[in-house]
């Protein structure tokens, strides 16, 4: 079993830069594939980006492609997502989640456990 922190959310001007961070307990976290989502008010959940837990192969979303960086630390059970000159609908309430040794994915259902959420607030 495994639990997630979020942090490192705010409020950002476009164009600006946040890194938000997923903190793990719990055992084996380099067993895990990380997921961001992100929830607009009124939207569903989407997937932004993923990493593996087998060679760290990362996926994105079209909409962040070139701006956002994801990246673990298994040493510091701390997943990281590099956030770059973002806009105004990058606002949303983030969350990671976690799905063990499945492949990478966007689909909510993989995943078995999720953070509490970190809050982007990006203005114009």
């Known amino acids: 079993q495994v639990q997630l922190v979020e942090s490192g959310g705010g409020l950002v001007q476009a164009g600006g830069s946040l890194r938000l961070s997923c903190a793990a307990s719990?055992?084996?976290?380099?067993?895990?594939?990380i997921g961001w989502f992100r929830q607009a008010p009124g939207k569903e959940r989407e997937g932004v980006s993923c990493?593996?837990?087998?060679?760290?192969?990362?996926f994105y979303t079209d909409s962040v492609k070139g701006r956002f960086t994801i990246s673990r630390d298994n040493a510091k059970k701390t997943v990281y997502l590099q956030m770059h000159n973002l806009k105004p609908e990058d606002t949303a309430v983030y969350f990671c989640?976690?799905?063990?040794?499945?492949?990478?994915?966007?689909?909510?259902?993989?995943?078995?456990?999720w953070g509490q959420g970190t809050q982007v607030t990006v203005s114009s």
């Open positions: 719990g055992s084996r976290f380099d067993y895990y594939v």
């Open positions: 989640a976690a799905e063990a040794l499945g492949p990478c994915s966007f689909a909510r259902s993989e995943y078995d456990y």
């Open positions: 990493i593996s837990s087998s060679d760290d192969s990362t």
